[in-house]
Nanobody, 115 residues
Framework: QVQLVESGGGLVQAGGSLRLSCAAS????????MDWYRQAPGKQRFLVAT???????TYADSVKGRFTISRDNARNTMYLQMNSLKPEDTAVYYC?????????WGQGTQVTVSS
């Protein structure tokens, strides 16, 4: 059974940094694309960043140059380093993986950026 557990969220002032982690269990994920999404109150879930099995990465325009996605396949863990945070980055952040045709989500971790 695939499980994803996010951690690392919190309250930070604008301009600050946070590092999110997503620990995956219940399988081998090194060949799977993994993503970070976020959802702000009253808004749809939004794709923030993607990392492929070979390490290629893509980012939403709103976070390019500020966020860095990475993964450690030996630890089945994905990360999101968030720098120069802005109040508009405030959201619940979710990790996601699609494996064998099924979508798996973590429970989310709250990131709040104060101005």
């Amino acid at each position: 059974q695939v499980q994803l557990v996010e951690s690392g969220g919190g309250l930070v002032q604008a301009g600050g940094s946070l590092r999110l982690s997503c620990a995956a269990s219940g399988g081998i994920f090194s060949m799977n694309v993994m993503d970070w999404y976020r959802q702000a109150p009253g808004k749809q879930r939004f794709l923030v960043a993607t990392i492929g099995s070979t390490g290629y990465t893509t980012y939403a325009d709103s976070v390019k140059g500020r966020f860095t996605i990475s993964r450690d396949n030996a630890r089945n863990t994905m990360y999101l380093q968030m720098n120069s945070l802005k109040p508009e980055d405030t959201a619940v952040y979710y990790c996601h993986i699609r494996k064998l045709g099924n979508d798996y989500w973590g429970q989310g971790t709250q990131v709040t950026v104060s101005s």
